[in-house]
């Protein structure tokens, strides 16, 4: 069960890295102020899921 929260947790982290990419790339060509909103929305989203699935493999790997 931890492993599938372990692989759960870097694409979650994975994703959060592509959104920030993203929103920086958006940010650099001088993009809408609203597009650069919703990209930290949806980071901030996905890293409170990835803290999720690290706590959640945490508490498995160590019989929790």
């Keep these: 069960m931890a492993t599938v ?3 759960l947790a870097v ?3 994975f994703a959060v890295v592509v959104v920030l990419i993203r ?3 958006h940010m650099l ?3 809408s102020g609203n597009t ?3 990209l930290m929305q949806a980071r901030v989203l ?3 899921v990835a803290l999720v699935f690290i706590l959640l493999t ?3 790997t160590r019989g929790g």
């Design 11 to 13: 694409v979650f982290m």
């Design 36 to 38: 650069s909103n919703k």
């Design 5 to 7: 929260f372990n692989i």
């Design 58 to 60: 945490l508490y498995f």
């Design 23 to 25: 929103g920086l790339i």
């Design 29 to 31: 060509r001088g993009g």
């Design 46 to 48: 996905l890293q409170a």
